[in-house]
């Protein structure tokens, strides 16, 4: 799916949850400085679950996790649960 519809379909879906305004500007935030430059620099606009978990595998320094790193990973996870079943994971 296109990337920046699925960004949609997930602002969609926290607004129908409820999601505070602040919390959707972060996703949408995170989302513009994790999964979509990942992307653009592999010439890639249609998002699975694979370029996810890829995506997910560069979120780190050095080895350890970062609360950053932390917050990049549960927002490629947010895109995915609603790629895969059209909700918002808890």
């Known amino acids: 799916m ?6 949609e ?13 602040s919390r959707i500007y972060t996703y949408r935030w995170l989302w ?20 996810g978990k890829e995506f997910m595998l560069t979120c780190h320094d050095g080895c350890e ?3 950053h790193h932390r917050d990049l990973v549960k927002s490629v ?3 995915t649960n609603v790629l ?6 808890l």
């Open 2 to 7: 296109d990337i920046k519809k699925l960004i």
């Open 9 to 21: 379909d997930a602002v969609q879906l926290l607004k129908d949850g409820r999601y505070t305004s």
């Open 32 to 51: 513009s400085k994790g999964i979509i430059p990942f992307m653009e620099s592999q010439g890639l606009d249609d998002y699975t679950e694979s370029i």
């Open 65 to 67: 996790l970062t609360f």
């Open 77 to 79: 996870d947010v895109l």
């Open 84 to 89: 895969l079943h059209n909700t918002i994971p």
